[in-house]
């Protein structure tokens, strides 16, 4: 499975931002995705998760402001972010696990996108 994430870029403080994932050499349809997010100096955090039939969860941190959903007609899972500040600033990565039910340790997903910069300008 390959996955190309998306869709990053500066935003503005308030701002909003969707970020994309899409794979190919695999369906997503039955895969559970996530959006995790690094920061320099800082762990990679799970931000948003969506499973096989749909469920979410969502960091506290972003929870409220952030919708993550997937288009399984095109391979593709988003990530919406509304009022960003300047903690949202990372690089945004997507993982999908496909045969196996992941945690939100990262360690769970096998499969990666190579990133996307979301930078947020106070």
């Known amino acids: 499975v390959q996955l190309q994430a998306s869709g990053g870029g500066l935003v503005q403080a308030g701002g909003s931002l969707t970020l994309s994932c899409a794979a190919s050499?695999?369906?997503?349809?039955?895969?559970?995705m996530g959006w995790y997010r690094q920061a320099p100096g800082k762990q990679r955090e799970l931000v948003a998760r969506i499973s096989s039939g749909g469920t979410t969860d969502y960091a506290d941190s972003v929870k409220g402001r952030s919708t993550i959903s997937r288009d399984n007609a095109k391979n593709t899972v988003y990530l919406q972010m509304n009022s960003l500040n300047s903690e949202d600033s990372a690089v945004y990565y997507c993982a999908a696990a496909l045969y196996s039910r992941p945690t939100s340790d990262a360690g769970t997903y096998p499969y990666w996108g190579q990133g996307t910069l979301v930078t947020v300008s106070s």
């Open positions: 050499g695999s369906t997503l349809s039955s895969a559970y």
